[in-house]
């Protein structure tokens, strides 16, 4: 290893150091029914995409695992988890985990107000959601999340946390008036691994069954 190399990892582990000392000062607590209107401010500074009004309800009335990270009485940052049997996903989710009757865990949010980002705040909210489904029940087997496919700031934090490419979703989301690419990332926890074959698989193998005879026709039509 050359000093500049030795220089860099060690300013970098000073970094992490510096922002873990700072993201635990930030109090850690649920969210509550009088956190909506911060919720739904921060979500409206963090995101393009609206949510409507039934998702913050559930946010702060326990209806999902919500967390907040506070900068004494003001919203810093904030995580919204769903744990629930993998049958009751979204079909594009049903093969993100080999197995069937297991628990998964989707991220729905991690969102940081811009004051408060690069200093670990959600590295800390990510960690402790890890830490409690870890051999605990029911056993989550995966944690999973969608993500614009252009959000590379979002890409790169979740990777470095562990999470790895699961799957590509053509126009999953509405911005707008426009519609824009998204992807799952998954995290295999509890002695879990991926399935052998992903849903984007099945379509894509779909849609070569049904659009290579096409081409054979219509280049068979061109002469």
């Excluded at 995101?47 to 409507?52: K, L, M, R, S």
């Excluded at 810093?76 to 865990?105: G, P, R």
């Amino acid at each position: 290893m050359t000093p500049s190399s030795s220089s860099s990892l060690s300013n970098n582990h000073q970094s992490h150091n510096i922002q873990s000392v700072i993201a635990d000062s930030f109090t850690l607590r649920k969210l509550q029914t009088w956190d909506r209107l911060a919720v739904e401010t921060l979500c409206n500074e963090s995101f393009p995409i609206q949510y409507p009004d039934c998702w913050y309800d559930e946010v702060v009335s326990g209806g999902l695992t919500s967390t907040g990270l506070f900068d004494g009485e003001h919203l810093a940052a904030m995580i919204v988890s769903e744990t629930k049997c993998l049958s009751d996903c979204n079909i594009e989710d049903q093969d993100i985990v080999a197995e069937t009757n297991v628990h998964v865990t989707y991220i729905l949010s991690i969102a940081v107000n811009k004051k408060f980002r690069r200093m670990g705040l959600a590295t800390r909210l990510l960690n402790n959601l890890m830490q409690s489904l870890t051999d605990n029940p029911p056993f989550t087997r995966a944690v999973f999340l969608h993500v614009l496919s252009t959000n590379s700031a979002a890409l790169s934090f979740y990777r470095m946390h562990g999470f790895e490419f699961h799957a590509s979703l053509r126009d999953y989301y509405k911005i707008g008036e426009e519609y824009a690419d998204g992807c799952t990332y998954v995290k295999y926890i509890n002695g879990a691994h991926a399935s052998a074959v992903s849903f984007s698989d099945i379509c894509k193998t779909f849609g070569n069954t049904i659009c290579m005879p096409l081409k054979a026709v219509c280049k068979m039509l061109s002469f």
